[in-house]
């Protein structure tokens, strides 16, 4: 008997969704094939690479990363130098100072950092926030009023204060809702249903459905994404078709593979390397997992994964 | 495993509002049916016009380009004696939403009904019934292969071929309904699709009772692998039992607000 190459192509899809504005904008998602699956169908919209700063600046940059925006005195300095490094498609500004258990800075200063970095820079915005649930629910309403237009995306609502950021970013000001759950499958499709119930439109969601560095408990982060992705396509589950958009930067740059002088550690060798390996491994991992769009810190490991992306579609 | 299938029973010339809606072509309360049975979570629509010997073309043309005009192109289940009214449904039908549903034949008279899908790419329900209630599985199972043979012929895919055992009333056939059940299971086990007038069961019953039973009878024939039914998603009771079996046989994913969507 011949033999007969079965498609994996599904008819159910990826939302597309469009981050940013007017040149600069990018579209994640509508693909209808597992990620990277190209000799299946063609896949649209090759996943995205994001670069993070913070509003802490150059000083809250692990040393190996400072080198690289030299002479910056400001956030927007930064911003506008990021968007130059090699395979950067978007920005992401972390705003950890916000967070009430450490730095608790006012809202309205960062504030004014979110508005210095959007007139600095025309790529697509992502704010990501403290993780205080009700510190981030002030700022994202903040944000999403200052960055009105510029399609920008708050990372993100929790089950915990969706009511509000879905909201300020997504009703008031139609800005892209992230959705965050930690690998949990089933409260990554109840926080959607929940936004959508609100009234937020399912194409205008972002899931950030956790990661972890690679090797802490890794396993459940490809679990997670791959069974999104089934129920997504396999099952044609309206409620779990929204890209996947995972921080990286934020897990890798914590860890000590990554934090580790090579004084301490002269067996595990140059420290910058292990840091870049880290978040270009996770991230690699991430987008075979179904990421459609990684945020990483160093201009390295961003250029690495724009080239491994663009090797693979 | 995709999502069990509801194919919404409500669209009928046995429903006088409905057959009246028909006769004289008024959209109003069959527009009215229709989109309660998709807000309660219908994937289907049967539509049934009875024997419809005089203008049955007519008829099903006006009613499948309604509903297709107004709901997005809703999938249905053309229901009727009249081959020539399911023939000029088709021909005007919209496969957006998934192909259309020739309901029914069976492995006795209306066997040529299989032929009709197959030449017009639909999906058939084919009843596992000759002449009479079959005394048996052995019996049904012989209709089964008949009627599977018939339509691989004329080149249909396995998978467009849905079996309904026939659902039989408890009120006088309460022996027969293990059978059934195995039935199902038979079907499973050959990984063909399967479907039927699930709520046949209840027929005679109290008001009050019939969701009870339905939900009952539509659990444990989903674990025998049914994976549709044509019921009344209307039933409030029966639509929360069908996405909590879902759930158990991972058919959909699991969310707080499950019963919602």
Known sequence: MPFTAKSGKFSASINTLTMGTGEKAIVLGGENVFPFYTFDAPIANAPKVGIEITDGGLEAEPDCVKKYYEGCTTVADMAKKAATFEGVDFLSLHLEGGDPNGENKPTEDLIKIVKEVADAVDLPIVISGCKNVEKDAEIFAKASEVLDGRNAVMLAAKEENYKNVGASAGLAYKQVVGAESADDINLAKQLNVLLTQLGVDAKSIVMNVGTAAAGYGYEYVVSTMDRIKAAALQQGDATLQMPIITPVATETWGIKESVATEEDMPEWGDQEARGIDMEVETAAADLASGSNAVILKHPESVATIAKMIKALI | ?261
Not at chain 2, 215 to 226: D, Y
């Open chain 2, 1 to 261: 495993m995709g999502k069990f299938v509801v194919i919404g029973e409500r669209l009928s010339t046995t429903a006088p509002i409905i057959n009246k809606a028909f006769t004289e072509r008024d959209p109003e309360p069959v527009l009215k049916r229709a989109e309660q049975q998709l807000k309660a979570g219908a994937t289907y629509l049967d539509v049934n016009i009875g024997p419809a010997e005089s203008d049955g073309e007519d008829l099903m043309k006006w009613a499948v380009q309604l509903l297709q005009s107004h709901f997005d192109n809703v999938p249905l289940a053309l229901d009727t004696a009249n081959k020539k009214a399911i023939e000029a449904g088709i021909s005007v039908y919209n496969r957006a939403k998934g192909k259309p549903i020739v309901n029914s034949a069976d492995a006795a008279g209306r066997i040529e009904y299989l032929d009709l899908a197959a030449a017009n790419d639909a999906i058939c329900i084919a009843l596992c019934n000759g002449e009479g209630i079959a005394k048996d599985n052995d019996e049904r199972m012989m209709y089964c292969q008949t009627l599977l043979e018939r339509g691989m012929e004329h080149g249909m895919e396995a998978e467009d071929i849905w079996f309904d055992p026939l659902f039989l009333v408890v009120k006088g056939m309460q022996d027969k309904q293990m059978q059934i059940l195995e039935c199902i299971k038979m079907f499973s086990d050959m990984g063909l699709n399967s479907t039927g007038g699930l709520s046949n069961n209840s027929n005679g019953m109290p008001k009050a009772i019939r969701p009870i039973m339905d939900s009952a009878l539509v659990a444990m024939a989903m674990m025998q692998g049914l994976t549709s039914a044509i019921v009344n998603p209307n039933d409030l009771r029966l639509m929360e039992t069908i996405k909590s079996c879902d759930v158990f046989k991972g058919n959909t994913l699991y969310a707080d607000s499950y019963l919602e969507i």
